[in-house]
């Protein structure tokens, strides 16, 4: 491949291998969404320049600067674009505790399905899970800033 084309190497987060959602996945968004979505809703995996992030993922994502920890936990369950925008399904976990000394999170695995913008994800991050809580370690980047 000639590495003179442009956009070969885009900045920031993208969506691969569109595929049209089945059925199921649609009745099941149109749960969620106050705009029912009908066929032709294209769902896929994540890619960005440092992660290739698809259902089971937990990742961080932003929440912003007004509270702390700016970021939340969640376990991703769906990549679409919608209306033009990346978009994904997660299941936000309660952050119980934030031990940024010992750089991990215990969290509540809940049921709270929500839609976050796909670029506001800002690492995957590595779980364990039993009966009633996980464990999140945590990347340096994030718990570092409050040390």
């Known amino acids: 491949m000639a590495l003179d084309q442009p956009n070969l190497f885009p900045e920031g987060v993208f969506l691969l291998k569109a595929k049209d959602a089945s059925k ?6 149109n749960l969620f969404l106050e705009t029912p979505v009908g066929q032709g809703l294209e769902l896929t995996f994540c890619q960005s320049k440092r992660s290739h992030l698809q259902f089971g993922d ?10 702390h920890p700016p970021w939340q936990v969640a376990e991703i369950k769906l990549h679409f674009d919608f209306q033009g925008h990346a ?30 913008p796909t670029e ?25 800033k409050d040390l």
């Open 120 to 144: 506001d994800i800002l690492a995957p991050v590595i779980w364990t899970k039993n009966d009633t809580e996980a464990k999140v370690l945590l990347p340096y980047q994030i718990y570092s």
């Open 87 to 116: 978009t994904t399904l997660v299941n936000a976990w309660d952050l119980q505790q934030y031990l940024p000394s010992k750089q991990y999170a215990i969290c509540i695995a809940s049921t709270n399905m929500g839609f976050i």
């Open 24 to 29: 199921k996945v649609l009745a099941n968004l």
């Open 58 to 67: 937990v990742v961080l994502y932003h929440v912003g600067s007004h509270v």
